[in-house]
């Protein structure tokens, strides 16, 4: 039988978010199994229904077509909590639980968990390159305005040759430990010093630059290795190239590659390609052309006999990849048909039909 996901959080189906939110913490609290008189069934219950319920689009399928839409009847099963992981909790078969919901809810409960680490912001910037460094690669200094360690006390937050003493706030500890009120009850939660980010010291006399910050905006200089062999659209990542952060690590910096186009050639997976164009009578009896490469003017041979398409390949002169290999180079042949002859070349080309060729 079908359930009723409404009546499994005991509210109305007109319910705003708000309610069905407080109903799913009342549920969950008095359910949770970790709990004296809990029930790991209707916990499981309550938590697939808040799932739906939750969640606006699937909200609206339930409505429209009860528990048969695509991800209702959530399944999965529940191994107690110790160990959960809430950034799978969608892939246990709860759909998409809000999962800072479920951080309120138990993280505290629970004694809070993992530390995070603060981490500054991510940046992304666009690069051009002309073809031919985007071949052979290259080495780009770009000037980025960004937050950056500072260069003073080099992110300590202190005066240079100031002394360390101990963190007033969390008295040399590094860790402060406060009670939190949740409808679990107070729960004691351990977190990590902002005043001195977990080290336990802080400067006695702040940076002048800074103000103590660490960190501030200004313009720093950063050198992107563009490797041989890149392709447009590509990106690269500069690991913690990005904005820094006071008490962690900096984020990283993406470099979105745009390559300018090259007039006589284009670029096909590790193959460069071009194309000739060849006198009919060259093309008839064979003749020497110079092409223009990345790398300078390139003499090939164009076969007696040749047709019109056809490819000569010329090997390692492409695009380079891996360790000291090099893709081709590939040169399609036009044969240049005359749009006027004179009455000579016609009469030799009369000549020519005469023999069947």
């Known amino acids: 039988m079908a359930k009723n996901y409404y009546n499994v959080l005991g509210v109305e189906k007109g319910s705003s978010k708000e309610d069905i939110k407080r109903a799913f913490h009342r549920m969950a609290h008095k359910y949770h199994p970790d709990k004296k008189g809990g029930d790991s069934s209707k916990f499981k219950e309550v938590s697939e229904a808040y799932a739906v319920l939750s969640d606006e ?88 305005s960004k937050l950056s360690t500072c260069e003073v006390c080099k992110g300590s937050g202190g005066k240079p040759g100031t002394t360390m003493e101990k963190c007033k706030m969390c008295n040399g500890n590094g860790k402060i430990r406060e009670n939190r009120r949740s409808f679990f009850g107070s729960v004691s939660v351990t977190r990590q010093c902002d005043t001195c980010a977990g080290i336990g010291k802080t400067p006695k006399e702040k940076c002048n630059v800074c103000r103590g910050e660490k960190i501030l905006k200004r313009q720093e200089e950063i050198t992107i290795a563009v490797p041989p062999g890149i392709d447009h659209g590509e990106v690269i990542r500069l690991t913690q190239k990005g904005e820094a952060s006071s008490n962690g690590v900096a984020g990283d910096l993406y470099v979105r590659i745009h390559v300018k186009k090259h007039q006589t050639l284009t670029r096909d997976g590790n193959n460069l390609i071009t194309t000739i164009s060849v006198k009919l009578t060259d093309a008839l009896l064979g003749a020497d052309y110079k092409v223009s490469t990345l790398e300078g003017p390139l003499t090939v041979s164009i076969p007696a006999g040749i047709a019109y398409g056809e490819v000569l390949r010329v090997k390692g002169r492409g695009v380079p990849y891996e360790k000291n290999h090099r893709g081709d180079l590939l040169i399609k042949v036009n044969i240049a048909i005359p749009q006027k002859i004179s009455k000579e070349s016609k009469k030799l080309l009369e000549d020519l039909r005469k023999e069947g060729m």
């Open 57 to 144: 689009k699937k909200r609206a399928e339930y409505d429209a077509y009860g528990q048969t839409f695509q991800g209702g009847n959530a399944g999965g099963g529940f191994s107690g909590f110790n160990g959960f992981d809430f950034s799978n909790f969608s892939g246990q078969g709860f759909g998409n639980i809000n999962t800072e919901d479920l951080g309120d809810i138990f993280g505290d409960f629970f004694g809070g968990g993992r530390e995070r680490v603060n981490r500054g912001r991510d940046i992304s910037i666009d690069l051009e390159l002309s073809f031919d460094e985007s071949i052979f690669g290259v080495e780009r200094k770009v000037l980025i």
